[in-house]
Every structure is written in structure tokens, then in C-alpha cells.
């Protein structure tokens, strides 16, 4: 599988293919008027069931992932699955789609660290 992206934004992987109609949603979410996480969008079903083992190893380390898994397509607000890279044994934490810019900036102002949440 290919290594993902180098970028200054955080990464959002689409891993699931199955709910079209969610992703609409979930991206209208992610762009709605107020504040926004800075996001490199990658929609590429090579990622297709990508789970956060394997994407923070094809990861580069400094940037956190949002995986849109199933489960998020799954629930009415859109919980994406965050992780970070460097915290390898980490299995992520639950964010609402419109809450994602919260954890983004506390994360890249290091107001608050990886481990807290």
C-alpha cells in the first residue's frame, strides 16, 4: 500500500466506501460556515478499510490522521476516528465531525497535548 501524503494539514482518509450519501454529508460537515480544520482530503479506495495500525505506519509522524471508517459514516454526528502517529499503541479517540477543528488547533497550538485527550 502506498505511504500517504506529506502535508502540513491533517490528514483525512476515507476508508469506507459503502455510504456515499454519509461522505456528501460529512463533507458539507467539514465545510459548513465557522471554523475549520485544515485538511488534506484523501479519497482513494486503495485505503479501503485502512485501520489506525496501518495508517499511522504510512503516516509521516508529525501529522494526526482522521479516519472516516465505517463506524463514522455510521453515526448522525459523524464521529471520525483521530490519531496520532507517534503514539503508535494508541487506538484514537471518537470526534464529532464539527468538532474536529477543536482538537486540530489545540494539537498544532500545543495548547494541549496528544495525551490528554
Excluded at 6 to 13: A, G, H, N, R, S
Aim: hydrophobic content about 45%; charged content about 20%; overall charge neutral.
Amino acid at each position: 500500500m502506498k505511504k500517504l501524503p506529506q502535508t502540513k494539514d491533517v490528514l483525512l482518509i476515507r476508508t469506507d466506501f459503502t455510504e456515499g450519501d454519509a461522505w456528501g454529508v460529512l463533507q458539507a460537515v467539514l465545510a459548513a460556515p465557522g471554523f475549520h480544520p485544515r485538511l488534506h482530503i484523501v479519497d482513494d479506495s486503495a485505503y479501503r478499510n485502512l485501520g489506525p495500525l496501518k495508517a499511522s505506519s504510512l503516516a509521516p509522524t508529525s501529522n494526526f490522521l482522521l479516519l472516516a471508517d465505517k463506524a463514522t459514516l455510521s453515526t448522525p454526528d459523524l464521529q471520525l476516528l483521530a490519531i496520532f502517529p507517534s503514539q503508535r499503541k494508541s487506538d484514537g479517540i471518537r470526534v464529532a465531525a464539527e468538532e474536529v477543528w477543536t482538537v486540530e488547533n489545540s494539537i498544532f497550538q500545543a495548547n494541549i497535548l496528544w495525551g490528554i485527550y
